[in-house]
């Protein structure tokens, strides 16, 4: 297996150069013109399109770097997650240095909003799914983990712009 890392930020290329086949450092507001045709199986953009202000360049470039029937892994935060829901409500938009109100966010997406900028890129939603939690205060504490778990995924599933922190995508290149 050949993994490749792209970012901006030398720190993270540096921690990565012995186990990657190559880094590249690029501005992806930029698009990432050195990936070759056709090459990869699989890219993943964990919590990246919310960063670029205009993502179509970035996107034709990865539909362009995926093999016939790759696939596009895209992690985003939820804006309307629901402790950020109260912030909103409560009038509170205070930028942070990470998280969902980082200061270096410059795009938000929902979930179908997002599956709608890839469909227009030429990529297909496979599968979808939110990953957070509801807040079960009491119950927490004489609750097993394993039950916390499954109750956070059924209410994930059921309600993803409520429960979800992140909103987990699958794409394949059509």
């Known amino acids: 297996m050949k993994v490749d890392a792209v970012s901006w930020n030398e720190t993270e290329l540096s921690a990565v ?20 045709d056709q090459e990869y199986d699989l890219m993943i953009c964990s919590h990246v399109l919310e960063h670029i202000a205009f993502p179509q360049p ?4 990865l539909h362009r770097g995926l ?9 985003i935060p939820n804006l309307f997650f629901w402790p950020d829901r109260l912030k909103l ?5 205070t ?20 599956a709608q900028l890839l469909e227009e890129h030429s990529f297909g939603l496979r599968r979808f799914v939110a990953d957070g ?9 004489i609750m097993s983990k394993a039950w916390r778990a499954g109750i956070n995924r059924m ?13 987990l995508f699958s794409f394949q290149k059509k």
């Not at 093999?67 to 992690?75: I, N, Q």
């Not at 930028?95 to 997002?114: N, P, Q």
């Not at 309600?159 to 992140?166: A, I, N, R, S």
């Open 133 to 141: 939690w509801l807040p079960l205060p009491g119950l927490r504490l």
């Open 58 to 61: 970035l996107l034709r470039d």
């Open 67 to 75: 093999r016939p029937a790759g696939c596009l892994l895209v992690a």
């Open 95 to 114: 930028y942070e240095k990470s998280g969902t109100f980082d200061y270096t966010h410059l795009r938000w997406y929902t979930r179908v909003s997002l």
């Open 17 to 36: 150069q012995t186990v990657c086949r190559a880094v590249i450092c690029q501005d992806l507001n930029q698009g990432l013109p050195q990936i070759q």
């Open 89 to 93: 409500l409560c009038g509170n938009w």
């Open 155 to 167: 209410f994930c599933r059921a309600l993803p712009g409520l429960f979800g922190h992140q909103l």
